[in-house]
């Protein structure tokens, strides 16, 4: 309900209705504190948004990290069994050499023509048995590769990744 006033001014008398309830003071006191907690409400929700995507970044930040350094740990790892292998590897190939010296001395080219012709009744080859094949084809190769999971295929590149940033951070 309207409240209609009268007052007077300096123009003299003058009758005018006004609704005094916007300028009433318990009810801008009011609207004035649901402006306030509506702000306060607001500035929470932002407060809490932040709090959260700094939490994820956070979280996006230790997952990272443990990705490089279990990448790392496979790296240094399987560094360690490469040059393990090298090593086998050249004992292997030093045990070869020898065994081949060996072979080579006990070899003798007369004694096995020799076993060849009486023995097995070989004889040696004539220019007239020797047949040429000429392909006029392309020659080629297929690769077949495993198939990794997508869940595979991404965690190896997300590693590489890392791994590219751990080598650019060195």
Known sequence: MQEQVRYESQWG???TAHDLSAYDARTTKRARSRVVSIVQKRRKRMALRN???NVLL????VAM???ILISATQLNELTARASSLKSENEELLSEQ???MALYDMQLDLAEIENIA???LYMQKLEQEQIVYVRLTGDDYATV???QDSLFARAFD???GISLHVAEWME
Not at 58 to 61: K, L, N, R
């Open 13 to 15: 008398n003058v009758s």
């Open 51 to 53: 709090m959260l995507k």
């Open 58 to 61: 956070c979280c996006f930040g």
């Open 65 to 67: 990290l443990s990705g």
């Open 97 to 99: 050499k020898r065994l």
């Open 117 to 119: 012709t009486e023995q």
């Open 144 to 146: 077949v590769e495993e």
């Open 157 to 159: 590149a997300l590693r």
